[in-house]
C-alpha cells in the first residue's frame, strides 16, 4: 500500500466529500424553499425511475451519526455544500436561521470530532426563484451569489477555514442549460455561455467578498480530464483542442489569466453565440484564489464525425465504471501536470471516484473490490503527479456515502459506504476500510 503514496509531502491531507442536495433530503423542512433540482425531478422523465431529493441519505436528520462516521474513517477533512434555498430561502434577503443552523451545528459536530470542514458554497441547487427571474444567464445572479456568500459568511466564517466557490461549473452551464439533461433542463447554447460568464463573475465577486473577510483558502472546484485526438488528423485534433476549449481553458484561462481563450472566442462567435463581458469583469474573475479544486473521472479520445466540427467520443477499449466512463488513471496524473505546467495554482482533488453496481451487503460487508482498485490507482495517479511537480495538497473521495446522483437517480452508486435507501442504514464497504487502512499508513 506505501506504494501508493509514494511521493506525497508528510502534510498531505485526506478526506470524503458530499453535495446538499444529493443526501440532505428534508426538502421542504425548517423553511427550506424549492431549489431547481426539487423542479426539474418532477419533470416527467427527467431522472431516472422518476426519482428525487426529498429524502435521499436523510442526512439532514442523521447528520450528528453521519459525522461520527466520518470521524471513524480517520480523514482530515469533509467536504460539504450548503443548500442555498434551505439558509437563503428564495435566493435574496435575510438568512433562515432554521436553515444555517443545520450547518452551524454540522460544522460544530466536525471540529469536535477533529475533523476540518471544507465548505462549497453552490453545488447546483440554485434557488427556484432565481431561476424564475432568469437563472445563471441573468447577469443578477451573479451578485445574489455574492451576497449568500456573505450571508453563510456570517454564521459560519469564525469556524469554517476553506471556502470553494462553486462545484464544476461545466455543468450548471452546459448540463443545465446546453443539454438540458440536468436543472433547469434548458437546451440553448447562448443562455449556456451567458450562464457560464455569468458563473466566473459569481466566484469573482464570492471571492473578493470572502477575502474582505479574512478567509485564508479559496478556491473554485472544476471538473476536468485530458482531451486527445484518436489520430493526427487535423480534424480530430481539432475536436480534442475544442473540447479542452469548452472543458477546461473557458475556466482556467479567465480565472488564472484574466482572459477568455482566444480560439474558444471563435468557436462560440461561430456558433452565433458570445459570452458577454463588460468592463472590469476579468479583474473580478481573475481575483486572486489558493486554490484549484480537481474533481477527476475520466479524460476523452475525440474523433470528428464530419468537416464541419462535429465530433463523438471514442473507445480507448479500457474497462469501464457503472456510469459507462472509462478507467484512465494515467489520464489524471497528465491533467495535474498540465495544470501545474499551464496555471500553477496550488491544487486539491476535491472529487474523485467511481460508481459501481456493488453486491449487497452480506454479513455487513460490501466487497466493492473494483472501487478499490480505481481508487488505489487514481491515488497513485496524484503520487506520480506529485513526484513530477505539481503541487496537489490533498485527495477527498467522492463520495462518502451512495447518494442521489443526479440524472441516474439513486442506481449509480459512488459512496465508500453503502446506504439501504429503505432502511437508511449504512455499512462500511471495503473500500471505506481500505481508504481508512490507507490513510493510517500514509500518516506513519
Ligand atoms: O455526483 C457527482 C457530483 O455531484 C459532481 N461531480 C461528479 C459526481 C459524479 O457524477
Known amino acids: 500500500m506505501s506504494d501508493v503514496t509514494a511521493g506525497l509531502p508528510a502534510d498531505f491531507f485526506w478526506g470524503v466529500a458530499t453535495s446538499a442536495y444529493q443526501i440532505e433530503g428534508a426538502y421542504d423542512e425548517d423553511g427550506r424553499t424549492l431549489s431547481i433540482w426539487d423542479t426539474f425531478s418532477r419533470r416527467p422523465g427527467a431522472v431516472a425511475n422518476g426519482e428525487n431529493g426529498d429524502v435521499a441519505c436523510?442526512?439532514?436528520?442523521?447528520?450528528?451519526?453521519?459525522?461520527?462516521?466520518?470521524?471513524?474513517?480517520?480523514?482530515?477533512?469533509?467536504?460539504?455544500?450548503?443548500?442555498?434555498?434551505?439558509?437563503?430561502?428564495?435566493?435574496?434577503?435575510?438568512?433562515?436561521?432554521?436553515?444555517?443552523?443545520?450547518?452551524?451545528?454540522?460544522?460544530?459536530?466536525?471540529?469536535?470530532?477533529?475533523?476540518?470542514?471544507?465548505?462549497?458554497?453552490?453545488?447546483?441547487?440554485?434557488?427556484?426563484?432565481?431561476?424564475?427571474?432568469?437563472?445563471?444567464?441573468?447577469?443578477?445572479?451573479?451578485?445574489?451569489?455574492?451576497?449568500?456568500?456573505?450571508?453563510?459568511?456570517?454564521?459560519?466564517?469564525?469556524?469554517?477555514?476553506?471556502?470553494?466557490?462553486?462545484?464544476?461549473?461545466?455543468?450548471?452551464?452546459?448540463?443545465?442549460?446546453?443539454?438540458?439533461?440536468?436543472?433547469?433542463?434548458?437546451?440553448?447554447?447562448?443562455?449556456?455561455?451567458?450562464?457560464?460568464?455569468?458563473?466566473?463573475?459569481?466566484?469573482?465577486?464570492?471571492?473578493?467578498?470572502?477575502?474582505?473577510?479574512?478567509?485564508?483558502?479559496?478556491?473554485?472546484?472544476?471538473?476536468?480530464?485530458?482531451?486527445?485526438?484518436?489520430?493526427?488528423?487535423?480534424?480530430?485534433?481539432?475536436?480534442?483542442?475544442?473540447?479542452?476549449?469548452?472543458?477546461?481553458?473557458?475556466?482556467?484561462?479567465?480565472?488564472?489569466?484574466?482572459?477568455?481563450?482566444?480560439?474558444?472566442?471563435?468557436?462560440?462567435?461561430?456558433?452565433?453565440?458570445?459570452?458577454?463581458?463588460?468592463?472590469?469583469?476579468?479583474?473580478?474573475?481573475?481575483?486572486?484564489?489558493?486554490?484549484?479544486?480537481?474533481?477527476?473521472?475520466?479524460?476523452?479520445?475525440?474523433?470528428?464525425?464530419?468537416?464541419?466540427?462535429?465530433?463523438?467520443?471514442?473507445s480507448q477499449g479500457r474497462p469501464v465504471t457503472a456510469m459507462g466512463w472509462e478507467i484512465v488513471p494515467e489520464g489524471f496524473t497528465a491533467l495535474l501536470l498540465r495544470l501545474q505546467q499551464d496555471y500553477g495554482v496550488p491544487m486539491v482533488i476535491t472529487e474523485n471516484g467511481a460508481a459501481f453496481d456493488d453486491l449487497d451487503v452480506e454479513d455487513g460487508f460490501v466487497a466493492d473490490v473494483d472501487r478499490v482498485e480505481y481508487l488505489r490507482s487514481h491515488v497513485a495517479a496524484v503520487a506520480a503527479a506529485v513526484r513530477g511537480g505539481a503541487d496537489v495538497r490533498g485527495y477527498l473521495a467522492w463520495s462518502l456515502m451512495d447518494n442521489f446522483e443526479w440524472g441516474y437517480g439513486y442506481d449509480k452508486r459512488f459512496g465508500i459506504v453503502r446506504v439501504d435507501y429503505v432502511t437508511q442504514e449504512r455499512t462500511l464497504k471495503q473500500s471505506a476500510q481500505w481508504y481508512r487502512e490507507l490513510i493510517a499508513q500514509a500518516r506513519r
Open 58 to 314: 436523510d442526512h439532514y436528520h442523521r447528520m450528528p451519526s453521519d459525522v461520527a462516521m466520518i470521524a471513524r474513517l480517520g480523514v482530515d477533512k469533509y467536504r460539504f455544500s450548503v443548500s442555498w434555498p434551505r439558509v437563503q430561502p428564495g435566493g435574496r434577503g435575510p438568512v433562515n436561521a432554521k436553515g444555517m443552523d443545520f450547518y452551524s451545528r454540522l460544522v460544530d459536530e466536525l471540529l469536535e470530532k477533529g475533523v476540518d470542514p471544507w465548505l462549497t458554497l453552490y453545488h447546483w441547487d440554485l434557488p427556484q426563484e432565481l431561476e424564475d427571474a432568469g437563472g445563471w444567464p441573468h447577469r443578477d445572479t451573479a451578485y445574489r451569489f455574492a451576497e449568500f456568500a456573505g450571508v453563510v459568511h456570517d454564521a459560519l466564517g469564525d469556524r469554517v477555514p476553506t471556502w470553494t466557490t462553486l462545484n464544476e461549473p461545466w455543468c450548471s452551464a452546459m448540463l443545465g442549460y446546453d443539454t438540458g439533461r440536468h436543472a433547469p433542463g434548458r437546451k440553448n447554447f447562448g443562455e449556456a455561455m451567458r450562464a457560464t460568464h455569468h458563473l466566473l463573475l459569481a466566484h469573482g465577486l464570492a471571492v473578493q467578498e470572502l477575502r474582505a473577510r479574512g478567509v485564508a483558502s479559496l478556491g473554485i472546484t472544476l471538473n476536468m480530464g485530458t482531451h486527445s485526438p484518436a489520430s493526427d488528423d487535423p480534424r480530430d485534433v481539432d475536436a480534442a483542442r475544442r473540447a479542452d476549449g469548452f472543458g477546461t481553458r473557458i475556466y482556467m484561462d479567465p480565472l488564472v489569466h484574466g482572459r477568455y481563450p482566444e480560439d474558444v472566442l471563435v468557436d462560440i462567435a461561430a456558433r452565433g453565440a458570445e459570452i458577454p463581458v463588460r468592463s472590469g469583469d476579468l479583474e473580478i474573475i481573475s481575483t486572486p484564489i489558493d486554490v484549484v479544486g480537481v474533481n477527476y473521472y475520466t479524460s476523452h479520445v475525440h474523433k470528428a464525425t464530419d468537416d464541419a466540427g462535429a465530433s463523438e467520443v471514442v
